[in-house]
């Protein structure tokens, strides 16, 4: 939930959760998981029950906007309804709704069912950034329900935001034997064996063919297929399926959006800025000026760093003009300085780096204001923290780095997260490789994410490599050249990946 759904300089990798898109095209659909008996929805309001089952449906096939809105309606239906905020949580666009989403659902607790209890109670830990408390009560909840597709679900979540990512498949293929049409399930196991560690790309396949078996009629698993094929490295092939999912429905703009990524990555960029462009056309307000920023990486593939830093900027200047909405407008202009941000400091360019810095850091921190909490406040400076350490490592100030990084750990201090040490683990890291101290680069790296972030494991091989470790060097060498998923950090990197993988 930082910035708005930004929380690293790789935050921009799509397959951290990309945006999704309006319009479901006719398919078999399944029974919503959530509507099941064993987890009652509290509301006597049929319009509202129906209208909110609706919408976690469309959430579980990742449309998310369509889904945000009949959330909405729901809510509208019975101002009353819990669950139905917290859908809107789910469905949240920047950390202001999620926030204001959640207090809602907290003030009408009166009446829920223990299952919608724990299920908001589990989304009220991101706000503090309390991992531990969301796992267990996701623990509580399959125990208390434990035929409930639903919960299986949402545990596997709260273990895949631990890198716990074989038992979170456990728990997605314990829901596919409460309900084997479960499509949160079954596109949760595709993505989860591609892009979680350790990945298994052979059971990728076999999950999203399961999928497509399932709903042939939905195009997201279509889409879904060009991702797998991405991910074993067939990027012709993830051409096709995504240009599938563009036909089975036109609307369908993440589609045409992912054709963009497959064309930067083959060095089609004017290939990559039509799909691109027929996008930004085919999003939805919320979604155009996404699309946007990720056309503005294309000169970043072709090598053309400051180019695309010029287009980045350009786009943070014009984002309100694109129509996207008012409360959508800082969270866009933070994606595309973070981008910019993170090219200026990789590429050297480090006045014009701590010049966007500056500007990315006031709208975190505006956001924060705009949300009103103490942790909101606390994880926004964090944030900041983050990108002005990192800045200062590229600047060989290895004692202002160290202040960042200090100042991140204080503000996580009392929170009760594994991982809450990942970004200052990152800012040390960084100093220590920039300084060739390797060993200390290493040791640092590898406790940072470099588990999800391809640009940060980029960073440890370089360190390994440094360091005399040339077989892990290798092995993170060749994860990263055939990742294959769009990211400025990737972007930056990606060649060299591939230079270094082939000796």
Known sequence: MLTACSDQPDSTDESAGAATEPAIQPAPEPEPAVASKDIPISS???????????????????RAIEARAKFMAATEADPNFALGYYGRSNAALSFKEFQNAMDAAQSHLEGVSEGERLMIAINNTFLTNDAVKRLALADELVSAYPQSARSFIIRSGARGGQNDNERARDDMEMALTLDPESIAALSGLAANNLFGEPRDFEAAIRWVNAYIEAY?????AYEMLGDVHRGVGDLEAAAVAYTKAEAIDATLYLAAHKNGHVNSFLG????????????????S???????AT??????????????GIAELEALAEGIE??????????????FALTSAATAAMHAGLLDKAADLVERRNALVMSVADDVGTMDARRLQEADTHLFSGLLAAYRSNTEEAGRHAAAIMERVADDD?????????????MDALIAKDYATAVDYLSQADHANTMFIRYQLALAEEGNGEAEAAAKHFAEVASYNFN???FALIGRAAKEKSAG
């Not at 042939?216 to 997201?220: F, N, Q």
């Not at 307000?285 to 699309?291: C, R, T």
């Not at 997260?417 to 890291?429: I, Q, S």
Request: hydrophobic share 35%; no cysteine; charged share 25%.
């Open 44 to 62: 006597e309001n049929m319009k509202a029950r129906t209208l909110y089952e609706e919408g976690q449906a469309l959430l579980d096939v990742g």
């Open 216 to 220: 042939p009629g939905e195009a997201k």
């Open 268 to 283: 089609n960029s004017d290939e990559a800025r039509a799909a691109y462009d027929r996008a930004v056309e085919l999003a």
């Open 285 to 291: 307000p919320e979604n155009k000026a996404g699309s």
């Open 294 to 307: 990720y056309r503005a990486f294309i000169p970043i593939h072709e090598g053309n760093i400051e180019a």
């Open 321 to 334: 003009a694109m129509g996207t909405p008012a409360d959508q407008v800082k969270g866009a202009k933070i």
């Open 417 to 429: 997260n594994p991982r809450k040490n990942e970004p200052a683990h990152y800012v040390l890291g």
């Open 487 to 489: 990211s400025m950090g």
